[in-house]
């Protein structure tokens, strides 16, 4: 045990918690720039085994806050390559890598699978997916997100609230690491605590840190936060579905430009956010399934239907034309 020797003898920690990291399955959904550090001290830990699912290849405008890549990593498969770098790390830990983006129909056994999930996703829609499942399935769920100099990270489910329960509502623009860009130490400082509290959860170190949330601002070093233990779950909500659960009588629509890169969308009726302001804008079916690149315009266009429409309203985040992946 000389390898987790200094941690076993931290008195809230002990032989009982080093075992039971050792127990433990995560799932890890991205393996970008959260993921690199909070995967080096889960598997320096000694997490006996993780799941790392990321369809995505590095690319150079990574490398300055995804640390676990080099320069001869670029084009290929994050998962796999993390996962690699991981193995001379800690042999002890058994990783493996799932070459393909995480999504309403894989989540489900993916999360029931593990005893806790860690979000690093830099995805709204799959951060959303993974609490919804996390919640039904009383799987704790450590999310994270960092844009531009401000990001948070919080312990949800698992007997605790969901993301859903702090953040029901999306702001009318979100930013993302491409537009606004982000300080690669604020990623790993953000990164760093999603591993915290997943060690503490895990060893069960108290307090707990699942109905939590930590803030940070970058620019004058500012940290914030609060708990959320007794926060109501909102009454309704806009599920994310994936392409394949489409249905023949949903009324289908895609909200991007005719020109916008990404997956196709057959027989889909092309619609604006804006579209959905008018009353007469009805669904044509059962259920109204609005699809966008990311998911926000399907967010802002649904809460329009919703305020004129009360059936049955499904999202979907198409995202970009996925790489081919050697596997």
């Not at 070459?99 to 995805?123: F, R």
């Not at 489910?157 to 009318?172: E, H, Q, T, V, W």
Request: contains cysteine; proline residues 7%; glycine residues 12%.
């Amino acid at each position: 045990m000389t390898r987790y020797a200094r941690q076993i003898a931290l008195p809230e920690f002990g032989a009982g918690g080093q075992a039971r990291l050792g127990a433990a399955h995560v799932l890890v959904v991205g393996a970008g720039g959260l993921a690199a550090p909070a995967l080096q001290y889960l598997v320096g830990a000694g997490v006996g085994r993780i799941t790392l699912m990321d369809g995505d290849r590095v690319s150079l405008s990574n490398l300055h806050r995804q640390t676990l890549f080099r320069m001869e990593d670029i084009g290929l498969p994050k998962a796999r390559i993390a996962a690699v770098h991981m193995a001379t790390l800690n042999p002890e830990c058994e990783i493996s890598a799932v070459l393909e983006p995480l999504d309403p129909i894989n989540a489900p056994d993916h999360v029931a699978a593990a005893d806790l999930v860690l979000d690093c996703a830099d995805s709204f829609a799959a951060s959303y997916v993974l609490s919804d499942i996390c919640l039904e399935q009383s799987t704790p769920l450590i999310s994270a997100s960092v844009v531009g100099t401000s990001g948070y990270c919080g312990g949800f489910c698992g007997g605790a609230p969901s993301l859903r329960a702090i953040f029901p509502d999306l702001p009318d623009r979100l930013g993302s690491c491409d537009a606004d860009g982000v300080l690669g130490p604020a990623v790993g400082l953000i990164g760093s605590l999603q591993a915290q509290m997943a060690i503490a959860v895990l060893a069960r170190i108290e307090p707990q840190p699942l109905g939590q949330l930590v803030s940070f601002e970058a620019i004058g070093h500012r940290f914030g936060g609060f708990r959320f233990d007794g926060a109501p779950e909102p009454e309704s909500g806009f599920e994310f579905i994936a392409p394949a659960q489409i249905l023949p009588d949903d009324w289908l629509v895609d909200l991007r430009a005719e020109d916008e890169s990404g997956p196709a969308l057959p027989d889909a009726a092309r619609r604006t956010v804006t579209d959905f302001d008018d009353p007469d804008t009805t669904p044509q079916g059962p259920r109204a399934v609005l699809a966008c690149r990311s998911g926000l315009r399907s967010w802002q266009a649904a809460t329009r239907l919703r305020g004129h429409w009360g059936g049955e309203i499904a999202l979907i985040a198409l995202g970009d034309v996925q790489q081919e992946t050697d596997r």
